[in-house]
């Protein structure tokens, strides 16, 4: 069983806020309180809140190791108290879910013709670690919202998350949101953020931490052998959700171009499957799974493969 204990910070908003310096430094600036949490290594917490110190509630993401929360307190009509749920990880046990589309999706999702790097991220973790692959080829943040068929509010996809409940859902989406020839997929850069926005807030609402991957490259080079740019807006739209809801962000766009353009167009063969420009071997889903590895929050480092 989880051993847990209680950092309790009793934090009267009209208060003076320095009588918890000792466990945790916090800094009150005209509208919000900043908390911020030392380093605890080898120990996963969640930033708590209550009014009346017997309903508690998570308002932070699951966590581990220094962290700083940012509370708006020009909108609280009364008094709020904080603690830190704390527990040991060594014997956690995890739930990551992942959705996107076919670059994420596995091989059997993909007729066994190419991959997305969902078929060797399971195998980056230890045995604590279960990976869902929820990705599937046509997916965008529209139709994963909107039903099967891209259409009406009951949400299909969005229901099987939420049934799972995982303790991290990691997503990319953004190139069936672009480049879809069915228009019910289609996103503008406005609704793409939006709907990062809804899923961030479904993830959460089931006690879930969200992490968004801007989209895959493209291995298309220039007559200069340069990388032809692809995906950037959806990039830097994701990045702006993430920065906005205090949520991870993985730029995949970035860290594959620069990996394509270290191979060049001859080496792009060695992750790239045969005859294609964006989804991968499996020896390149391998690849790319540890650059994701490389880039994940303190929390899931901690379930690496050694």
């Known amino acids: 069983m989880r051993k847990t204990k209680h950092i309790v910070i009793a934090i009267l908003i009209l208060l003076k806020l320095n009588l918890f310096a000792s466990s945790i430094d916090i800094i009150k600036k005209e509208h919000e309180i900043i908390l911020s949490v030392p380093t605890m290594m080898d120990t996963g917490y969640h930033i708590q809140e209550t009014n009346d110190m017997v309903d508690w509630y998570s308002i932070g993401d699951r966590s581990m190791g220094p962290k700083t929360h940012k509370i708006n307190i020009s909108k609280k009509a009364q008094s709020s108290f904080y603690r830190l749920l704390t527990w040991e990880m060594e014997d956690e046990e995890i739930i990551i879910a992942i959705v996107g589309d076919s670059t994420v999706a596995d091989l059997e999702s993909n007729d066994f013709k190419f991959c997305g790097w969902g078929e060797a991220f399971p195998y980056i973790f230890n045995a604590n670690v279960t990976v869902i692959n929820f990705a ?8 994963f919202l909107g039903g099967v068929d891209g259409k009406g509010s009951d949400s299909y996809w969005l229901n099987l998350l939420k049934r799972a409940k ?5 997503m990319q989406f953004g190139i069936i949101d672009k480049t879809s020839k069915v228009p019910n997929k289609l996103t503008t850069i406005e609704e793409y953020k939006i709907n990062y ?3 961030i807030n479904e ?3 089931f006690g879930g931490t ?5 989209p895959v490259n493209r291995a298309v080079f220039d007559q200069n052998n340069q990388l032809v740019p692809w995906m950037g807006d959806r990039a830097l739209a994701g990045q702006e959700v993430s920065t906005q809801h205090n949520v991870h962000f993985i730029d995949l766009n970035k860290i594959t171009g620069k990996l394509y353009q270290e191979l060049g167009p001859n080496g792009v063969s060695s992750v790239i499957a045969e005859g294609d420009k964006v989804h991968y071997s499996i020896e ?3 690849v790319i799974s540890k650059l994701i590895a490389n880039c994940l929050p303190s929390y899931l480092k901690y379930f690496l493969e050694e």
Not at 210 to 214: A, D, F, H, T, V
Request: hydrophobic content about 50%.
């Open 166 to 170: 995982p303790h991290f859902v990691l």
């Open 284 to 286: 390149g889903a391998e």
């Open 203 to 205: 993830i959460r609402n």
């Open 136 to 143: 599937l080829a046509g997916l965008s943040t529209r139709n």
């Open 197 to 199: 926005e809804i899923l």
């Open 210 to 214: 969200p992490i968004i991957l801007s």
